[in-house]
């Protein structure tokens, strides 16, 4: 069954606005990671943060894990039309499971 | 860059037939995998293979094989094609090294049974 779930199923923001999508997960986990995909094509690996780190940045990414919650967010910073995606958690402990995704659309 | 590729884009078959879709790795990873991509349902795990000859089933291996005869190859068979298998098909591969590494996906087969 599916245990990742993001939040929300879909983001409409503007060229420039910052968008964050949140990840939960049910079980314990050794990391987890966020893909993104575009249109029609497979997932492209953005950022992979360990059970034991806070916080994690990658360029306009940042990432932040926090396992009392059993929760993730991503956050994209000064969206870009090049953004438009959706996106993925990937939660990686005894198995692996994907959320069904934050449909993400920024509009120029 | 690692590349996973996979036989074909789109993929149109008939109820009953069989399916063999194939996907292809460049580097020396052990660890395959094949998942399917549903609206609402994100990607669930058919079966994985940590090394050649071996596989495991993942959440839903009903009315899938597999085959890894190579390591560089991971072969997914639907031996009597049915119209709920139409799907995304999406292979990744990744290190053996912590089987909990980063996955490098193929572009994906849309698979429509008729």
């Known amino acids: 069954s599916q245990q990742g779930e993001e939040d929300p199923q879909a983001l409409s923001i503007q060229e420039g606005e910052n968008a964050t999508m949140n990840c939960s997960y049910k079980?314990?986990?050794?990391?987890l990671q966020w893909y993104r995909q575009n249109s029609g094509r497979g997932l492209v690996h953005l950022i992979l943060i360990r059970s034991n780190e806070r916080e994690k940045h990658s360029g306009r990414l940042r990432v932040t894990l926090d396992t009392s919650k059993k929760s993730s967010s991503l956050l994209i910073t000064a969206s870009r039309a090049a953004d438009t995606a959706s996106y993925f958690c990937g939660s990686y402990g005894q198995n692996f499971v994907f959320g069904p995704g934050t449909r993400l659309s920024v509009l120029p | 860059d690692v590349k996973v590729t996979q036989s074909s884009r789109y993929l149109v078959k008939r109820t009953g037939e069989k399916v063999f879709l194939e996907c292809v790795q460049d580097?020396?990873?052990?660890?395959m995998f094949w998942y399917r991509q549903d609206p609402g349902l994100g990607l669930r795990l058919i079966y994985f293979?940590?090394?050649?000859?071996?596989?495991e089933k993942g959440d839903i291996p009903e009315g899938y094989s597999v085959s890894r005869e190579k390591k560089e190859r991971f072969s997914l068979i639907l031996e009597s094609a049915s119209t709920n298998q139409t799907s995304m098909y999406l292979c990744a591969s990744s290190r053996q090294e912590g089987w909990t590494d980063t996955q490098y996906f193929g572009p994906g087969t849309r698979l429509t049974v008729l």
């Open positions: 580097m020396d990873h052990e660890n």
């Open positions: 079980t314990s986990i050794n990391n």
């Open positions: 293979s940590y090394d050649v000859k071996m596989k």
